[in-house]
């Protein structure tokens, strides 16, 4: 019986330890990129647009080609030096909580864009659900803590971002 105790316990605390685990991948791809990054950006999902005649029109792509969608950024701030050292700290900060809290609406209006060597990795947010999708390389990528969700959205407004953020 105890040694199915110490075998529950530890299979219980595993998920756990992944989630507090750093996520050296990502601080090292972020430090290593050419340029971050980060916009505020018309709504790419979550809403259907109809034309005055009832047809469907479709929601602009956050990338085209492989590249950002320029055309669509309402924001931008490509990070470097302090600015740069201190969204790394925020973004790759290992989860620390228990619980995920997300709501559905999924209509992001920001997004991070990390570029190597001409290939572009995202990470498109949406504040208001606090859930966000991502680029293929960039699906390791765990939820959002409720901490690290409060620290980029006031990252955002610090560097300026007005866009679906504040009232203004």
């Known amino acids: ?37 980060l916009v505020s950006h018309e709504v790419t999902a979550g809403i259907v647009i109809r034309d005055s005649a009832g047809r469907h ?22 990070l470097s030096g302090a600015q740069l050292d201190t969204f790394i700290k925020i973004f790759a900060r290992p989860f620390q909580s228990r619980t995920i809290e997300m709501a559905k609406c999924f209509m992001p209006h920001h997004a991070i864009f990390i570029i190597k060597n001409g290939k572009t990795s995202y990470v498109d947010i949406c504040f208001g659900c606090q859930r966000f999708e991502t680029s293929k390389d960039m699906q390791q990528l765990y939820a959002f803590d409720s901490r690290k969700w ?19």
């Open 150 to 168: 409060t620290e980029l959205y006031d990252f955002f407004v610090k560097l300026g971002f007005k866009y679906e953020l504040t009232d203004e």
């Open 57 to 78: 029109i479709p929601l602009p792509k956050l990338l085209n080609g492989g590249k950002p969608n320029y055309s669509i950024f309402k924001e931008q701030r490509v």
């Open 1 to 37: 019986m105890r040694l199915l105790t110490i075998i529950s316990l530890f299979i219980l605390t595993l998920p756990l330890a992944a989630f507090s685990q750093k996520d050296t991948w990502l601080r090292t791809k972020v430090k290593n990129a050419d340029t971050v990054l």
